[in-house]
């Protein structure tokens, strides 16, 4: 069985790593690495624009990708962070275009510790999006993610069945305001009361 170790070793030799989050199974990627980047677009079939999410190991480290972090943002973190909210900020100009939309950058934390420990070891951001190709339903096990994607993925990190009913909340700031992308685990009415 790899451990997480293995698991950091491949991400930083530009592989791809299946690994647990607090929702589903996710595949990373360096999202510093071209070279990890094209072989996570190309395993997908996911076709250009549409951005993949990011999973930041702490606040600090998430917030690095973004030119800046609206006070709202802050707020939202200290809410819901760890968990099941991506945040999208503006972003800053050395991030990968594909893992960019018109609003910029989504990022998490998660609580997973797996997926944490894994961003923690690279020392930066990992992708985290869904462990299957594009079209397809997202994994709720290891036996799920591999059959989608077998060996074309160096390591399969086991974390068990995750139960997540629902993808995180995906929610845009900027300076002028919030706005919501995509309706998740945490509902538009707990955003909300976050930013009374």
């Known amino acids: 069985m790899p451990s997480v170790e293995d698991g950091i070793a491949a991400l930083q030799a530009g592989e791809l790593v299946v690994y647990p989050t607090e ?80 609003d910029g950058v989504g990022v998490r934390v998660s609580p997973n510790p797996v997926a ?16 299957n190709l594009s079209g397809e339903a997202p994994a709720s096990t290891l036996k799920q993610a591999r059959a989608g994607l077998d060996e074309k993925v160096k390591v399969y990190l086991e974390g068990g069945k995750l139960t997540a009913l629902a993808p995180s909340s995906v929610v845009a700031i900027n300076a002028s305001g919030w706005k919501m992308v995509r309706v998740g685990a945490i509902s538009e009415d707990q955003i909300a009361a976050a930013l009374k």
């Open 116 to 131: 944490r420990a894994l961003s923690a070891g690279v020392g930066r951001p990992i992708t985290a999006t869904s462990a």
């Open 23 to 102: 929702t589903f199974y996710a595949i990373g990627a360096d999202a510093f690495s071209s070279i990890a980047l094209r072989r996570l677009f190309q395993l997908k079939g996911r076709e250009p624009g549409k951005p993949v999410g990011l999973i930041a190991a702490d606040s600090a480290m998430a917030f690095s990708v973004a030119r800046e972090v609206p006070l709202d943002a802050r707020r939202l973190a200290d809410a819901f962070w760890p968990g099941p909210l991506t945040l999208v900020l503006p972003a800053r100009g050395e991030i990968a275009s594909e893992l960019t939309g018109p």
